[in-house]
DNA sequence: TCTAAGGCTCACTTTTCCTGATCCATTGCG
DNA sequence: CGCAATGGATCAGGAAAAGTGAGCCTTAGA
């Protein structure tokens, strides 16, 4: 490559030039006239060439000026055009999470991330992975469920709370069905998540409780709804200790059998990236927010998890 | 215009990029990998992208690192590729200067010239001015045979040394014409530099002698080839006092009438420029030496300038 | 297991850059 | 015409940026 002049005399060269005069250039670069002044001359006895001839009332552009300028502010133009393209990709997190966590979990919380982080310009998208899982390409950023993995060598994981599971109902529907004990669930309306059942699924497998067929009962798309389901009274969902915790805290839910809880087989929520994206600024922030966020969950749950966990 | 990222942290950048590492791109700027590092650091904190993956073995480029690169190293080669042009402009000068000044003046003297300042190019254009008169476009310095003309308000002159013009002739010549009074040049072969006379028509002018008619004589496309002819013993030619010293103090010439001195009516020898071109260095250091060689003639002939003006 | 290559870090030095005061020339206005 | 305002040049001194060089760490290959 060539030998390139001193760059930020050229900068205040294309300043000066734009501007007509060192004193628009320097107020626009925020230095003094003297400095502006100095860079140019410094620019002009490196290339042997006066670039501006000075006037009273400011400069003008000589003939070697005025061929330098448009070259300059060309491929000044370029680069501050590439630099801010990845700038706003750098600025721009999209995070995608499934319905149940988003709605439940994410949203909520996601206004204090915004607020701590107003550098950043937050898309969410709400679905679930496409079969392929997620791609670090579509999304900075993913909310996971499943056994903290490390699906592909160029993903990375990180875990944010575990997913334990209890049956848990209305107030009043416990009063009518007399859920004393577990195998009294055989009698009552099951809420589905998804038509997997895999939730309900888990729990009897641990618990084995009499006459309670997971496969029966109601399906719906997410856990949102299932539990609004739940909480209207419809039946008894399967409560994900987290996700739920506000209900339960309030007492619109309320959990017939608190010892028996089961973490779910898929495994908890964890965040998922592109290896490489791991620690570019977007993602660390909202990574170590999400683990503050989530440290709550954590230990409110804390408790469970050795019980859950054997 | 958008805000640049720091310019020379880019450079870093781009050399770092192109050499695939820290250490080709530290050797290039003769700088340390310390200092690469850093650069390179402070663009991906500035763009908020890292912009290289660190691998043991050297450094590869991410995604945004290959979206910057073509940009920044396509906008730096031709910025650098106009500064070098504009560079090269600045070190070549071109004089354009008339036969019998090239001849018997400036060729002798520029060999001097180029030592004492080789940065500069010389192109020597050894011709006439075209009808237009000095061209300051074509040429970035002539020299002028006039009366210290300011024929435009763009061009800016400077005077060397006056014309004094006296009659000259071969030794041989002048014993053979037994040239003792001026009457005696009727007799005379006159040399005429050009076809207009001038020289000649001036000093008959000043001077009248007695039937020396300016219209006769032979005609020379120049004042070097007339003198050469004055000295084979041709004729007498009108010697310019400082173009024909050589011959003058050798005594290959002689000046029969060396109180008989006039000043051409076509003035004396001087440089022009264009005057926005008349203090970049290649002009000045140019007028400066020009300056400094023809003091030894203004010296010479300095005693006979007053007599002459009269 | 060891070595070489290549990046990172950090305390320290050098260079560059900027400031702010002061001049100076031009210009436009009372 | 005098005189303030504008705009650039210059300079000493101090702040900020860049560079240095030694030591550390990781990885690849012998």
Redesign the interface.
Known sequence: ?????P??A??AFE?AA?HGGFVGASEELHVTRGAISRHVKLLEA?????LF?RQAQGVRL???GL??LP??S??????????????A???ELRIICPPGTSIRWLLPRLEDFRTAHPEFRVRLTTDFYPESGFDPIEADIGFSVSNWPNRSPDLAAQPLFPTLLTPACAPRYLRDKALRRPEALAACELLHETRSHADWTAWTDAFRPAGVDPARGQDFPNIDIATKAAVMGVGVVMADLVLCREELDAGTLVAPFPDMVCPSPLGGICLLAGR?KW????VAAFRSWADAAAAADRAAVSHLVARAGG
């Open positions: 490559m060539a030998k390139l002049p760059l930020n050229l900068k300043a734009r490196h290339l042997g060439v006066p001839v000589t003939a070697a061929k330098l070259v300059v060309e491929a000044f133009g370029t680069i501050a055009r590439a630099a801010e393209n990845l700038s990709d750098a600025a490489d620690q570019i600024p977007k």
